[in-house]
Antibody, heavy 121, light 109 residues
Framework: EVQLVQSGAEVKKPGESLKISCKGS????????IGWVRQMPGKGLEWMGI????????RYRPSFQGQVTISADKSISTAYLQWSSLKASDTAMYYC??????????????WGQGTLVTVSS | EIVMTQSPATLSVSPGGGATLSCRAS??????VAWYQQKPGQAPRLLIY???TRATGIPARFSGRGSGTDFTLTIRSLQSEDFAVYYC???????????FGGGTKVEIK
């Protein structure tokens, strides 16, 4: 059974750093693009970026380039989303999601349960 | 970047009734459209891909159609578990991962 299990909720202060994770199981983690989706409170879904764990090829949506870092460790089947300096506007639910096949131009067939990040002074 | 526009924003439907949700793309995207369902407190779930193919385990009361720039999701005989927010997504073009519409909330009338 394919599963994506994300790390738990975080409460941080502005300016702090954070790294959240998404661990895949039940499939060949290296061979599927996996990405991160932001959902701000009461709002819709936004793709942030995507990574191919096999070679760490990473693509960012322009509005998120330089704001976050996406990485992966294929040896432990885990993808990461990282901030170096959080802002209050980063408060959101973050989902990881797997592309359904080998292309990043594909729908997402499996999703993590979400990680709620709250940034408040 | 392709913009996906969903309408209406909210749809009030009686249980057992039908619902038709619309999604329009700002450019031709062939049939590379997916639909997702999101219930409160849950992650999105893939319903339809390729504009009309149901994902694994999705009931036949969900159907999708369209091509080019205009797409619809139809839900027949709404069950209580179908009241949720529905998002369309194009995955034909940039950005990688696709772009989502703003969502349609299907609520109980």
């Amino acid at each position: 059974e394919v599963q994506l299990v994300q790390s738990g909720a975080e409460v941080k202060k502005p300016g702090e750093s954070l790294k959240i994770s998404c661990k895949g199981s039940g499939y060949s983690f290296s061979n599927y693009w996996i990405g991160w989706v932001r959902q701000m409170p009461g709002k819709g879904l936004e793709w942030m970026g995507i990574i191919y764990p096999g070679d760490s090829d990473t693509r960012y949506r322009p509005s998120f380039q330089g704001q976050v870092t996406i990485s992966a460790d294929k040896s432990i089947s885990t993808a990461y989303l990282q901030w170096s300096s959080l802002k209050a506007s980063d408060t959101a639910m973050y989902y990881c999601a797997r592309q359904s096949s080998g292309s990043y131009y594909d729908p997402q067939d499996y999703w993590g349960q979400g990680t709620l990040v709250t940034v408040s002074s | 970047e392709i913009v996906m526009t969903q309408s209406p924003a909210t749809l009030s439907v009686s249980p057992g009734g039908g619902a038709t949700l619309s999604c329009r793309a700002s450019q031709i995207i062939n049939n590379n459209v997916a639909w997702y369902q999101q219930k409160p407190g849950q992650a999105p779930r893939l319903l339809i891909y390729g504009a009309s193919t149901r994902a694994t385990g999705i009931p036949a009361r969900f159907s999708g159609r369209g091509s080019g720039t205009d797409f619809t999701l139809t839900i027949r005989s709404l069950q209580s578990e179908d009241f949720a927010v529905y998002y369309c997504q194009q995955y034909n073009n940039w950005p990688p991962g696709g772009s989502f519409g703003g969502g349609t909330k299907v609520e109980i009338k």
